[in-house]
């Protein structure tokens, strides 16, 4: 999935507030330096965050990490769509004049694999949100910083979306510092999904056996590798799907399916529709 690099700029605030209304979320996927905080105030469709494809409805609340790949693709046959999104850097939880922000760090970390706010703490995060249309830039900031602190008190109420950190690899990639053979793998299959990937060669590019590769994927990611590939894979289709008119068999060999009856049941399997079904049903 080719995901862009965007330029998040406030030079007059220390964070970005941001309201909209669109008839369609139809940004591409992307990822920039800052977190994130969205709350869809209106619209349903599919939320791609890292490697995790899942729907989206009114309500939906979710943090997003610096440089964690991201975007909401709108449903064709629900038009209609608004959201609050907060930005904010990281560099935020390690200002000098403000000590106390540094218990905050955990937070900012753990949101490198998307998190999805709910429960009890959800109604109150977006009544401090809808303050926010009315308030002063002072207020919206003391807002951010109560916001923050609902985050941290109530843990168990954010669920992960993504089954790993995509933030090293997508901040890293290209730039000489990725150190950690992860890193190195996760950005390889995001760039080569269209080729064909085996775990001989993720092993050769990590520098370890086939069979302790495959330890260390599963131990790192939390699933096998070839699982990981075509969750990605189908991820993707699924842009292509409702961003194009290509063929599904095009699409299918796009996203390195050999074949397109392997491509139906992987796609099946996971968004429990074929993928001809899913283009229509959106």
Known sequence: MKVTREHVSHPDQSFRYLRFETPRFEGEPHRHHHLELTWIEAGAGLRFVGDSVAPFEAGDLVLLGANTPHCWVSSRSRPGSAATVLQFAPELFAHDSLPELARLAPLAEKSGVGLRVAGAVHP?????????????????????L?????LQAHERSLTA?????MQAHGARAGDGRDDRRIDRVLGWIHRQIAH???????ARMARVTPGAFSRYFRHEVGKP?????NDVRCGEACVRLRRTDKAVAVIAQECGFATLSHFNRQFRLRHGV???EFRTSG
């Open 146 to 150: 109560q916001i923050l602190e609902l």
């Open 274 to 276: 074929t993928p001809r």
């Open 225 to 229: 590798f070839t699982e990981y590939v």
């Open 124 to 144: 109150r995060i977006v009544e401090l949100l809808t303050d926010m249309r009315t308030s002063s830039d002072i207020g919206r900031l003391a807002g951010l």
């Open 161 to 165: 979306l993504a089954h790993c950190s």
């Open 196 to 202: 064909e990937l085996t775990v001989a060669a993720a």
